[in-house]
């Protein structure tokens, strides 16, 4: 599986979970069948069954050992099916309808990655050896 489409699973994972206890639970819920409704085989109804389970996270709780369960469900989905990417992203940006302004963002870096994220805007960035490497602003 590329990068990519791992980063996507852990995003949309990270919504799936946070999303439980709130008021969003019901929106993700649907996302998230949306998803599976595409997918094949045993491990749907494994899923299926998993994503109709009560949620009993508290709200604003986020259980690690869920979102590491629905990123490797996610990461088998996409790898089997990488049409499945945009259905995952709509998981991962998931708003609430109430207030249509509010999103979640999950963003992550492992080793020596760096992020750059902004939600409204725009960012600039410039990179190059004077500006990284000898520590000089420009």
Not at 14 to 27: F, I, N, P, R
Not at 43 to 68: F, H, I, P
Not at 98 to 116: H, K, L
């Amino acid at each position: 599986m590329n990068e990519e489409l791992a980063e996507l699973a852990a995003s949309g994972a990270t919504a799936l979970v946070s999303a439980m206890g709130t008021d969003l639970w019901q929106e993700a819920k649907r996302l998230m069948s949306r998803v599976l409704a595409q997918a094949r085989g045993s491990r749907r109804n494994e899923l299926s069954v998993a994503l109709n389970r009560q949620s009993t996270a508290t709200r604003g709780a986020v259980d690690a050992g869920a979102v590491d369960y629905w990123t490797e469900a996610l990461s088998q989905l996409l790898d089997r099916n990488p049409d499945l990417a945009q259905d995952v992203m709509a998981l991962a940006s998931l708003r609430t309808p109430e207030r249509p302004d509010m999103v979640i963002q999950v963003n992550s870096a492992t080793d020596s990655g760096e992020v750059f994220a902004v939600q409204r805007g725009t960012q600039h960035f410039a990179s190059g050896p004077k500006s990284r490497d000898s520590g000089e602003r420009p």
